[in-house]
């Protein structure tokens, strides 16, 4: 089966929703408590962003980021208990890794994952390249600030 036999060799890498996320990840250097109260938001809830090591320079300074630079944000819910934000349930997870092969989003994979870590097969570029690229088309796509971290 010559077919079958083609597609096996495809690394797994490339096929959308496949890439599992990278072990680890909870060492990395970990933003503070990043809450968005906004209703309206995409981000309504709690989160918290981790970068990797190779990424770290360039997210002091700005300019392109290396391949294999990483950052995963965890999601969790939010709720007000006596007029004050507490955190939730975790709700998603997201990873952006430099990798030049994904030409079509800008040079990054984009993936989004369950509370529990399984793929949820999200189309990265409408549901996540576009408004990347809006956001921070000269930060290399990467929106959040060094600045913000501590
Ligand atoms: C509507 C706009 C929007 C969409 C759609 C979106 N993001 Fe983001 N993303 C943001 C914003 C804003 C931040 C910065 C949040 C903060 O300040 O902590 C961010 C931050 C991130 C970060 C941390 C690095 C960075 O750029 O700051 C990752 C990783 C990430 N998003 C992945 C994804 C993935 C994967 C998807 C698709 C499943 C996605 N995003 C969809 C707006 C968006």
């Known amino acids: 089966m010559v077919t079958a036999a083609f597609f ?21 250097e970990k933003s503070k ?5 906004d209703k309206k938001s995409l981000f309504y809830g709690i989160h918290y962003t981790y970068v990797n090591s190779k990424a770290m ?3 002091k300074k700005k300019g392109t980021y290396p391949e294999g630079s990483m950052f995963v944000v965890v999601q969790y819910g939010i709720r007000q208990e006596g007029g004050k934000p507490v955190q939730g349930k975790k709700s998603m997870i997201v990873l952006m890794k430099k990798d030049k092969r994904y030409k079509e989003t800008g040079g990054w994979l984009f993936a989004g ?13 409408k549901n996540c390249y576009e408004c990347h690229l809006k956001e921070a088309p000269d930060r290399d796509l990467v929106i959040s600030k060094y600045a913000d971290f501590r």
Do not use: C, R
């Open 57 to 59: 320079n360039t997210f």
């Open 113 to 125: 994952y369950t509370p529990q870590g399984k793929s949820s097969g999200i189309d990265p570029v």
């Open 33 to 37: 408590q990043q809450i968005v109260d």
């Open 8 to 28: 096996a060799a495809v690394p797994a890498a490339m096929a959308a929703g496949t890439v599992s996320l990278p072990k680890g990840y909870e060492k990395w």
